[in-house]
């Protein structure tokens, strides 16, 4: 700390760095609040973590910054927009170690505070707050805003000084339940998505509230969430908000102004001309999205009428591969969706639907329609030899088919028997050919599965379980766990910015009418079908080596080693390293907090209400059911915290930033079936043979709902310039444990040598499914990357 003498004593330096309100305001960057950071008006108050005025630590005197002297205005190393300015704090030894400080933000705007740093206090070390908050004026909080140090407590360790401190902040976080949410709040609660409909304003938008029978019309077109958790002065938060809202409400009316809702793709080039030539678009319409940042950060202007998208890594190399079969099964263990695929363990594949209700829908594949395609093998001999696999969708979208299909405007794609639904479903087995109308059949029915796949990617895989299934533990840690508590510290990184993208996903990707009910099969069922399959879900299970297993694709040799069916498999290899890799991170760091055998977990209260309240309320749908663990032990805590990691920070970009690599080439991968494949016999059926593109076309995404669904890929997919990755902090000061940061270290240098193995597995010509057919390494698990759409990186939360 920086020391100088006056006549009454020493006083003690402090820099405190923050940034205003709008300095990434995309509409006005000259303000009020956007000048006001140069001449900010806030106070300080230090808090004793060694003395105490009664139960309470020591409040010092309110101290403001040196007025004309704001220090550096600007800290290029720190971020753009951010300053730094001093504040001198008369020292008094008597006072102690300060541990918290509380600040009055004293101008009508709000800012946002980074940091405190203290530094050189004599026999003592730097001291740092690590703040990353919002501060409004201080009239709008019952209590003034408190920020600890960095030090690490377990609750029963807490200096005396600072417990009531402590308690007190969680209980403002937690809020009473009563009263409506402003925007400066930070009160974390639970709720259902009942807001998801809005029948008020047309009896076609009413959907059902998934967990409430109450329906609750929007307000306000911003969805609330703590304010924290909407960051704002973030490039990605900025651009991932507007992006996405002017999409729906700029960008995508005006191609359907254009193109109108019928327009069809007549041929492939016509496509491939989406990022060739460019899309040919009115004047009008261009003189209206060009100024729209969006346009600017994903689409290429060239011309004045011509807009282009960026070209889908699947088509980089070559423009056909992707119809091969190799590159069909390949994707599914390399693709988007690669934690679908199941070894089959049974024949014929049976359904777990009750067949009281929907029949007998055991599949009518035979041995024979099999054993055509075996080379000789028998379905038993394949079985035992864990050389048959399967793509199971079935069950989640039958239930929903009849539904699906009712519209007039939807024509039927697959129904269940017109007897009615306990009859079973028209079932029908198509095998590969290569000639002919039967070859363009073998090539729809590859369509089929892969809109089965899209949509159950999207709403199951990637929605619900990784964005909706990680918001509860956003929300308890939050409410549970103070910032001193060192599992708070080990999981808050992986939680920045999923609440503000999933808000604005329940305002326009998964609302009623939303992009995503625009654009795939299940349409205004989306939703109900991702609620559906949460009745399955199963914590433990999402532990990749349990995953496997249970998918029979991997198995427990006799030394307890995990050991691949298929040895090639890109996905399951690379995340199997970084499972270790994270797993180990958190082992070495909860070791440093709590003891083997669960005696120091027992004592800790707010690790017991967090888990509590995870499984009583944030899950509380699957309660009872065993669906949690239970948390007694260190080895529970290792695994529970190493299966959120996993699933916020790998997982989530494993079927994520593949989104339009692969589908941004809507033939490769298709949202939408729009008729039934053609019988043989009927005039449909000798058409094929004519023209395959067309028939092809006919059958999927039409244009503006494949426009609808690229335009959305296209910003999901995109990596911001500060994104921060796995094993990075975005401050380097987020503990003062020394072990601890030793620790993650460590973890940060096993990322690097995984990352060298990843490339040197691409470069292995033996390991077919690594590049593959369209020659397209998969890249999708390494840990960092740099800006834009580049199919690799793993950002440390779900932000995107």
Wanted: hydrophobic share 35%.
């Amino acid at each position: 700390m920086f020391w100088r003498g006056t006549s009454t004593g020493h006083q003690a330096k402090g820099r405190v760095v923050l940034m205003s309100k709008n300095v990434l305001d995309f509409k006005e960057r000259v303000s009020d609040s956007a000048t006001a950071i140069f001449s900010p008006k806030f106070s300080i108050k230090l808090i004793s973590s060694e003395e105490t005025d009664g139960q309470r630590g020591k409040v010092g005197k309110e101290t403001f910054p040196e007025k004309d002297q704001p220090g550096s205005s600007s800290l290029p190393t720190l971020g753009e927009g951010q300053a730094a300015f001093n504040i001198y704090f008369k020292w008094d030894e008597g006072f102690g170690i300060p541990g918290a400080f509380y600040i009055k933000n004293l101008q009508q705007a709000e800012f946002f505070l980074l940091s405190l740093t203290l530094a050189d206090i004599p026999n003592r070390e730097t001291i740092h707050f690590v703040c990353n908050s919002w501060v409004y004026n201080a009239k709008k909080y019952k209590k003034d805003r408190i920020f600890f140090s960095n030090k690490t407590y377990l609750p029963h360790e807490t200096p005396t000084p600072l417990v009531k401190y402590r308690e007190e902040e969680l209980k403002s976080l937690r809020g009473d339940g009563k009263g409506k949410r402003e925007e400066h709040d930070r009160i974390y609660d639970y709720d259902v998505y009942n807001d998801l409909g809005d029948p008020d304003k047309n009896v076609d938008l009413a959907r059902d509230v998934l967990g409430d029978p109450k329906s609750e019309t929007p307000t306000t077109n911003d969805t609330y969430i703590p304010r924290d958790e909407n960051f704002g002065h973030l490039k990605s938060s900025d651009f991932l908000t507007n992006g996405i809202k002017s999409l729906a409400q700029n960008v995508l009316p005006q191609f359907q102004s254009a193109f109108g809702l019928n327009a069809e793709f007549d041929k492939f080039d016509d496509v491939r001309g989406l990022f060739e030539g460019g899309l040919q678009l009115p004047t009008d319409v261009i003189s209206k999205i060009s100024p729209i940042p969006v346009i600017k950060e994903i689409f290429r202007t060239d011309g004045e009428q011509v807009l282009k998208f960026p070209q889908p890594h699947v088509i980089q190399v070559s423009e056909s591969a992707w119809m091969t079969d190799e590159e069909f099964g390949r994707e599914m263990l390399a693709g988007v969706n690669p934690c679908l695929i199941q070894r089959l363990q049974e024949f014929p594949p049976k359904s777990k639907l009750d067949d009281s209700v929907y029949g007998d829908q055991t599949s009518k594949i035979t041995k024979k329609n099999l054993e055509t395609n075996l080379r000789g093998l028998t379905v038993e001999k394949a079985l035992k030899d864990n050389r048959l696999f399967i793509l199971d969708y079935h069950d989640a979208f039958l239930p929903y088919l009849r539904d699906i299909n009712n519209p007039p405007t939807n024509p039927p794609t697959n129904l269940p028997t017109a007897k009615g639904d306990k009859y079973g479903a028209v079932s029908r087995v198509i095998l590969p050919a290569d000639q002919g109308a039967e070859s363009t059949i073998w090539l729809l029915a590859k369509a089929y599965v892969i809109v089965n796949d899209s949509c159950y990617h999207q709403l199951v895989s990637h929605w619900l379980n990784t964005h909706a299934i990680i918001e509860p533990f956003v929300i308890a840690t939050n409410r549970c766990l103070s910032v001193l508590h060192p599992i708070y510290k080990l999981l808050s990184p992986h939680y920045r910015g999923t609440m503000n993208i999933n808000g604005v996903a329940r305002k326009s990707l998964i609302n009623a009418g939303g992009l995503i009910e625009q654009s795939f099969l299940p349409g205004k069922y989306a939703l109900k079908m991702s609620s559906e399959a949460y009745k399955n879900w199963v914590f433990r299970d999402q532990a990749l080596p349990k995953d496997l297993v249970k998918r029979g694709m991997a198995s427990m040799d006799s030394a307890n080693r995990l050991q691949l069916v298929i040895k090639d498999y890109p996905y399951a290899v690379d995340g199997l390293e970084i499972w270790s890799a994270i797993q180990k991170w958190v082992r070495s760091y909860v070791s440093l907090y709590y003891k083997e055998g669960g005696g120091t977990i027992k004592e800790d209260s707010e690790l017991k209400a967090w888990w509590e309240e995870v499984v009583e309320k944030g899950h509380g749908d699957l309660k009872g059911e065993s669906r949690l663990p239970e948390l007694k032990t260190d080895k529970d805590l290792i695994e529970i915290c190493s299966i959120i990691i996993w699933i916020a920070s790998a997982q989530h970009a494993a079927v994520n930033f593949g989104q339009y690599p692969y589908g941004g080439y809507i033939l490769n991968r298709p949202t939408l079936t729009r008729r039934l494949i053609p019988e043989s016999g009927t005039e449909e059926f000798e058409e094929l043979s004519d023209n395959q593109e067309k028939a092809y076309l006919e059958t999927i995404t039409k244009k503006h709902e494949a426009l609808v669904n690229l335009s959305v890929i296209a910003i999901l997919s995109r990596h911001a310039s500060d994104e921060v990755y796995l094993g990075q902090r975005d401050n380097s000061n987020w503990t003062d444990e020394t072990k601890a940061l030793q620790a993650f270290t460590d973890f940060g240098n096993t990322l690097k040598e995984i990352k060298n193995r990843i490339l040197g597995r691409n470069t292995n010509s033996s390991l077919r499914n690594r590049v593959g057919p369209v020659k397209m390494p998969y890249t999708l698990l390494l840990p960092t990357s740099q800006e834009g759409l580049t199919f690799s990186g793993i950002p440390n939360s779900i932000s995107i």
